[in-house]
Each structure stands twice: as structure tokens, then as C-alpha cells.
């Protein structure tokens, strides 16, 4: 088999011809298959994805694949979603993609956006995955169509990408669009979501961060507000109540403590916690 540069070499030949006459024979031709699939092997090493070899095989087979039978096109448009999506959750800007997968790819990268956001929350990490983070899921939320089923979780998710961020360096600004990323999900979702308390929580967490750093009281009303939506939204049942109603009681307590309210002691204390 040929080296991993021998093969790059010939399929950014198969490429480079295709975008100099739009002419897709180069890449229909049968050799192209087979260097395709030798040229795979390199694409991953261990856990890292080698993003020239995937971004390469993701063209070839976009190109490819409107040009053949339905079942074969499926397959390979399928193979280039996989070999691209792997490209943009790596960082590869928007421009280096096929517009028309753009809304695929964002929906094929949210997996991969979830375990990244949870690896930040569970341990310190290099800020570089902080802004991975970031960027990733604020691609997806500008990505997924309107009206989206993961619209919602993707902008609830940047605000607490952004709010982890903001946590390790500070930047208000940070904090700002985390409080606007979960706003924006809570106007994505319709009351009968079914992570509408989380998204309450998330963003009720957001007011409450800000308030501690900027001392604004319009913040801890907000976060108190976005609580106690969230403890009524949260059936039983749901697997975050314990964390939903131990944030609201925070703020409750902390809005008693700067105003002696006894309906807000009597709201943090009086919750029942899940059985």
C-alpha cells in the first residue's frame, strides 16, 4: 500500500480536478475507490483524528455521492458526514466544509459537543478545551435549523460552555452571553419540553454567578424567578431535581439574606427533596 502522502497526494489531484472544471469523472473512476479506502487507515491514530486525511475523504466522497445509485450515495454520503463531522468538532472553520451539510453536521457533532462539555465540568482542564467548548456548541446553536428538537439544548448548553469558561478566566463577557444563550433556549422551548427545567436551572445559574461577581440585585431576582420556574416545571421523577431545587434554595437564601424575606427562607427550606 502507498504512504499516507502518496495517497493524499492523488486525491487532492481527484479533487483539484474536479473544482477546476466541476467535472466529478476523477473521482468516479474506480482507483479512486481503492485509494479512498487505503487512505482511510490513516485516518485515525489511537484516539486522534488526522484531519488532513478526513477532510480529504469527506470531499471525495461528497463528490461522489450525488452521482451514484441511491444506495450507494447513501453510503458514502453517510462516510463523508462521519469524515466531516469529525473535522468540525476538531475546530475546522465553516468555510473549510460543504455549506449544504452544515445543519447534518451540527446535528452529527452534538454527541461528541455533549461528552466534551461534561469532560469540562468533571475536571480542570486546558483552557483550550474551554474554548473548544464554546465554539463548538455556539456552531450548532448557529447551525441547526429553526425550530430544531436540539435547538434548545444547544443554546442552553453554550451558556453553560460559556459560564464554565468565565469560571477559569474571568472575562464577564463570558457571563453576559451565557445569561443570553439561556434566555434564547428558554424562548426555543415550549413549556412542555421535557428539559424545560433544566434550561431553567442552567440559566437560573447564570443570574446567580453574575450577581455574585456584580453584585446586581435585578440578577439574583432573575435567578430566583428562573428557580422556582424550574422546581415547577421538574416532575418527581427527573433525574436533575435534586441539583434544581438545591440551586434554587441558593438563591432563595441569598435573596433572604439581603432582605430578611421570610417567604424566600420558606421556599429554600420547604422544598421536598426527591424520594
Not at 461528541?112 to 486546558?126: I, S
Not at 424550574?230 to 441558593?250: C, E, N
Amino acid at each position: 500500500m502507498r504512504t499516507r502522502e502518496e495517497l493524499l497526494a492523488a486525491v487532492h489531484g481527484r479533487l483539484n480536478r474536479v473544482l477546476a472544471d466541476g467535472n466529478r469523472s476523477a473521482v468516479l473512476e474506480a482507483a479512486a475507490l481503492v485509494e479512498a479506502g487505503d487512505l482511510a487507515s490513516y485516518a485515525a491514530d489511537g484516539s486522534a483524528v488526522d484531519l488532513e486525511v478526513a477532510h480529504a475523504l469527506g470531499w471525495l466522497y461528497f463528490w461522489r455521492a450525488p452521482a451514484l445509485p441511491p444506495a450507494q450515495a447513501g453510503q458514502e454520503g453517510g462516510a463523508a458526514l462521519r469524515f466531516f463531522t469529525g473535522c468540525l468538532v476538531a475546530g475546522m472553520p465553516d468555510s473549510d466544509l460543504p455549506k449544504p451539510l452544515l445543519a447534518p453536521l451540527a446535528e452529527a457533532a452534538i454527541p461528541a459537543a455533549r461528552n466534551l462539555l461534561t469532560h469540562t465540568l468533571r475536571t480542570v482542564v486546558d483552557p483550550a478545551l474551554l474554548t473548544l467548548s464554546v465554539t463548538l456548541w455556539r456552531r450548532i446553536a448557529r447551525s441547526l435549523p429553526a425550530g430544531h428538537s436540539d435547538g434548545a439544548e444547544a443554546l442552553s448548553s453554550l451558556g453553560i460552555a460559556l459560564r464554565r469558561r468565565f469560571e477559569h478566566a474571568g472575562d464577564l463577557e463570558d457571563l453576559d452571553d451565557a445569561v443570553q444563550a439561556g434566555r434564547a433556549a428558554l424562548r426555543n422551548s415550549p413549556d412542555d419540553h421535557p428539559h424545560r427545567a433544566t434550561f431553567l436551572s442552567n440559566v437560573g445559574t447564570s443570574f446567580q454567578v453574575r450577581y455574585e461577581h456584580t453584585g446586581d440585585l435585578g440578577d439574583l431576582d432573575e435567578a430566583v424567578k428562573a428557580g422556582s420556574a424550574a422546581v415547577r416545571a421538574a416532575p418527581d421523577d427527573h433525574p436533575g431535581r435534586a441539583i434544581i431545587l438545591t440551586t434554587f434554595s441558593k438563591a432563595s437564601l441569598e435573596r433572604f439574606s439581603r432582605f430578611g424575606d421570610p417567604g424566600d427562607l420558606a421556599e429554600a427550606v420547604h422544598q421536598p427533596l426527591p424520594q
